[in-house]
């Protein structure tokens, strides 16, 4: 199964089945971490064929998504005297990648990278649509780029290995893309639980949503700002708890249920809609509560959101199930209700 992603300067595959033999006439680096090293890399490096080949294990975890690991990259990439024709390989979940092709993004003023992504998460959405970037104390994912893979290579056989958290994780993810673009597929998730099959059509039908998005608007200036359902709320869930806490995908799923809750206080969801989106998030032993601290610190903590403008705040919110608003205009009265619900 091949999905085409069709932008203005740059079309790529994104290829999913059991992975082939991948040929670089070039020299490739490719960056991966410890644990899927121990796992995968083997397997990995059956099937790529370079010019000259080699590879480094950074560190596991999203603490380790900053500027000291990308520094590593880069240096690394500089001993094995990598030039502008050669390729980075991102294999390894959403951290990775987006690590991977961040340094891709400003080796010798950009060079070419490849995803192959091991995580659920990675696979139905990370990989696909050229985001990259590091975190820092202010926040997730506040320096980075837009840099697109040229090929993006998914394989079902490394989630076998994907502890249940991990791939909980990717379920997020998932459910975000069904309840803000597909109501069909978000009853399909109702009545069907992800394994065997049915993983690789979510999969299939997650990336085939996300690259309708991305043809739409690559840089995040409209529409694609939906895929941040969640994600506003779940990052300053991240940043309050030093990303040692949740797994993305875990925050996320924290974030939907936030937004949902604001979503039913703006009459723009039924209690109904938002309580069956909790309980398919809690069926794969997703959290889907937390308890604020302090809301005004919480508050505060939006304006570093990416997505915000000078004094204004940008949430996504659900209407309904399959459909969703870009809501700049609410009061903080609004924001400061749904906060007193967790606090």
Same mark, same amino acid.
């Given at each position: 199964?091949?999905?085409?992603?069709?932008?203005?300067?740059? #079309? !790529?595959?994104?290829?999913?089945?059991?992975?082939?033999? =991948?040929?670089?006439?070039?020299?490739?680096?490719?960056?991966?971490?410890?644990? /899927?090293?121990?796992?995968?890399?083997?397997?990995?490096?059956?099937?790529?064929?370079?010019?000259?080949?080699?590879y480094i294990a950074i560190k596991d975890g999203e603490r380790y998504k900053?500027?000291?690991?990308?520094?590593?990259?880069?240096?690394?990439?500089?001993?094995?005297?990598?030039?502008?024709?050669? /390729?980075?390989?991102?294999?390894?979940? +959403?951290?990775?990648?987006?690590?991977?092709?961040?340094?891709?993004?400003? *080796?010798?003023?950009?060079?070419?990278?490849?995803?192959?992504?091991?995580?659920?998460?990675?696979?139905?959405?990370?990989?696909?649509? +050229?985001?990259?970037?590091? %975190?820092?104390s202010y926040g997730k994912n506040l320096i980075g780029t837009f840099h697109?893979?040229?090929?993006? *290579?998914?394989?079902? !056989?490394?989630? &076998? &290995?994907?502890?249940?958290?991990?791939?909980?994780?990717?379920?997020?993810? =998932?459910?975000?893309?069904?309840?803000?673009?597909?109501?069909?597929?978000?009853?399909?998730?109702?009545? %069907?639980?992800?394994?065997?099959?049915?993983?690789?059509?979510?999969?299939?039908?997650?990336?085939?949503?996300?690259?309708?998005?991305?043809?739409?608007?690559?840089?995040?200036?409209?529409?694609?700002?939906?895929?941040?359902?969640?994600?506003?709320?779940?990052?300053?869930?991240?940043?309050?708890?030093? *990303?040692?806490? *949740?797994?993305? +995908?875990?925050?996320?799923?924290?974030?939907?249920?936030?937004?949902?809750?604001?979503?039913? #206080?703006?009459?723009?969801?039924?209690?109904?809609?938002?309580?069956?989106?909790?309980?398919?998030?809690?069926? !794969?032993?997703?959290?889907?509560?937390?308890?604020?601290?302090?809301?005004?610190?919480?508050?505060?903590?939006?304006?570093?959101?990416?997505?915000?403008?000078?004094?204004?705040?940008?949430?996504?919110?659900?209407? +309904?199930?399959?459909?969703?608003?870009?809501?700049?205009?609410?009061?903080? !009265?609004?924001?400061?209700?749904?906060?007193?619900?967790?606090?």
């Open positions: 199964m091949t999905v085409d992603i069709n932008l203005l300067d740059i #079309s !790529y595959k994104v290829v999913i089945q059991k992975l082939q033999d =991948i040929k670089f006439d070039s020299k490739v680096v490719i960056v991966t971490n410890e644990t /899927v090293k121990k796992l995968h890399i083997d397997y990995l490096l059956k099937h790529i064929k370079a010019k000259d080949l080699s900053n500027m000291e690991t990308i520094l590593q990259i880069l240096d690394f990439c500089f001993k094995q005297k990598l030039n502008r024709s050669s /390729v980075l390989v991102a294999f390894g979940g +959403g951290v990775v990648g987006d690590m991977t092709g961040f340094a891709a993004s400003i *080796y010798q003023r950009a060079i070419k990278f490849v995803q192959i992504p091991t995580t659920l998460l990675s696979q139905v959405d990370a990989s696909v649509g +050229g985001k990259t970037g590091i %975190n820092n697109q893979p040229q090929a993006v *290579y998914i394989d079902r !056989y490394f989630l &076998s &290995s994907l502890p249940p958290r991990q791939f909980g994780a990717g379920v997020a993810e =998932i459910v975000k893309m069904a309840v803000c673009f597909d109501k069909e597929f978000f009853g399909w998730l109702l009545n %069907n639980k992800l394994k065997n099959q049915n993983i690789n059509k979510a999969i299939e039908l997650s990336v085939k949503t996300k690259a309708k998005v991305v043809a739409k608007d690559e840089k995040e200036q409209g529409v694609r700002a939906a895929l941040n359902y969640g994600h506003t709320f779940g990052h300053v869930v991240e940043n309050e708890t030093n *990303y040692t806490t *949740y797994l993305h +995908g875990e925050a996320v799923s924290i974030g939907m249920v936030m937004a949902n809750t604001m979503a039913v #206080s703006l009459k723009l969801m039924t209690k109904n809609e938002a309580n069956s989106i909790k309980m398919l998030l809690q069926s !794969y032993g997703l959290p889907t509560s937390y308890k604020i601290k302090d809301k005004n610190r919480f508050y505060d903590k939006f304006f570093l959101d990416k997505k915000s403008t000078d004094d204004k705040l940008v949430f996504i919110l659900p209407k +309904g199930i399959g459909d969703f608003i870009i809501s700049k205009d609410l009061e903080k !009265y609004d924001i400061m209700k749904t906060l007193e619900s967790f606090v």
